[in-house]
């Protein structure tokens, strides 16, 4: 399996639910990562994991929570989220080769977030 | 500041004309520079990285350090080529900043 899948496709929310978004890769990927993207905007870098421990957090709002049970799966796990937040949520992943510093990023199709 | 700029935000050019889309960086740093593109409908991948200095698809892009640009070329663009690219600046601790992005749109 040489894909990120992401769960679900799209989803809607009021802002006081409780929801996750849920990524995962098979490649043996050690590094993934969480990426926001607006309408007609580049993605923006919210969390990276390596290694299944958080090594990058970019300042992301605490109703946005991350968590990376094992190596194959990550999630977001979203909480009394803000209309502003609706957005496109990327996964990726990336080898976490020993002595790499960047690597190529392998992306899911994204969750489709929209907050009422 | 890290930042990477795409001038461009669409660039239209007919099929068989040669293209290249614009990317300058700021990074105190040793950076690593990708491109990544997404066609209609489809994810978001790798087109080329710094580092493998390769040629993809027709693409190559070199890293001029002194004028701090990464530019991505191809000396006869295709109809497929229609895309969104974004230029990707690496800066360690595998942090990517990603530019605006270019919409390059090739006429028949």
């Known amino acids: 399996d040489t894909e990120v899948t992401q769960t679900p496709k799209h989803l809607v929310m009021g802002m006081t639910n409780k929801k996750s978004l849920k990524c995962e890769q098979h490649?043996?990927?050690?590094?993934m990562y969480w990426y926001k993207q607006k309408a007609k905007k580049p993605p923006e870098l919210m969390f990276v994991?390596?290694?299944?421990?958080?090594?990058i957090n970019e300042s992301v709002p605490s109703r946005f929570s991350p968590e990376c049970p094992n190596s194959s799966l990550l999630n977001l796990h979203l909480h009394a989220l803000q209309p502003e937040d609706s957005a496109l949520y990327l996964c990726?992943?990336?080898?976490?080769?020993?002595?790499?510093?960047?690597?190529?990023?392998?992306f899911g199709p994204g969750t489709r977030l929209l907050v009422l | 500041a890290q930042r990477v700029t795409q001038p461009e935000k669409l660039l239209s050019v007919f099929k068989g004309a040669p293209v290249e889309l614009k990317c300058n960086y700021s990074?105190?740093?040793?950076?690593?520079l990708f491109w990544y593109v997404q066609y209609s409908r489809q994810r978001l991948q790798l087109l080329l990285r710094?580092?493998s200095r390769e040629s993809i698809k027709g693409f190559t892009a070199d890293l001029n350090k002194g004028e701090t640009s990464f530019h991505l070329k191809k000396p006869f663009a295709q109809e497929e080529d229609s895309a969104m690219y974004y230029c990707a600046l690496g800066t360690g601790g595998f942090k990517t900043i990603f530019g605006a992005g270019t919409r390059l749109f090739v006429k028949a």
């Open positions: 990074y105190s740093g040793s950076p690593e």
């Open positions: 490649m043996g990927h050690r590094a």
């Open positions: 994991y390596s290694y299944e421990k958080l090594s």
């Open positions: 990726a992943s990336s080898q976490r080769a020993q002595g790499a510093s960047q690597e190529t990023q392998y």
């Open positions: 710094h580092i």
